[in-house]
């Protein structure tokens, strides 16, 4: 069984931090890149942040840059996202996912396994 867990996520006020987590259990992150995606409501999912399979490399949304760190910890099989001065418009459901193509793709297409997915509330 597969499964990409997030956790870390939460009600913050704007200009706040929080870390989300994505573990994976049944399935190696390693070798592969990743990602991290957001549906606001009413939205579409929509591409946040990717990084390659040796941590190294990184490519950001334009709308979170210099704002978000993501990262990797392939000995705990486990990608981040580090978000500094969040806003009221990063108000979304957050989710991990792996990317089969390995391209560092910012379309969902290329996502196979998908985390549930976690909540990020930012009040202004």
């Known amino acids: 069984q597969v499964h990409l867990v997030e956790s870390g996520g939460g009600s913050v006020q704007a200009g706040a931090s929080l870390r989300l987590s994505c573990a994976a259990s049944g399935l190696p992150l390693t070798g592969l890149a990743l990602g991290w995606f957001r549906q606001a409501p009413g939205k579409e999912r929509e591409f946040v942040a990717t990084?390659?399979?040796?941590?190294?490399?990184?490519h950001y949304a334009d709308s979170v840059q210099g704002r978000f760190t993501i990262s990797r910890d392939n000995a705990q099989n486990t990608v981040y996202l580090q978000m500094n001065s969040l806003k009221p418009e990063d108000t979304a459901v957050y989710y991990c996912a792996r990317d089969f193509t390995n391209m560092g793709s910012t379309a969902r297409g290329a996502y196979d396994y998908w985390g549930q997915g976690i909540q990020v509330t930012v009040s202004s």
């Open positions: 990084i390659n399979r040796s941590g190294r490399s990184t």
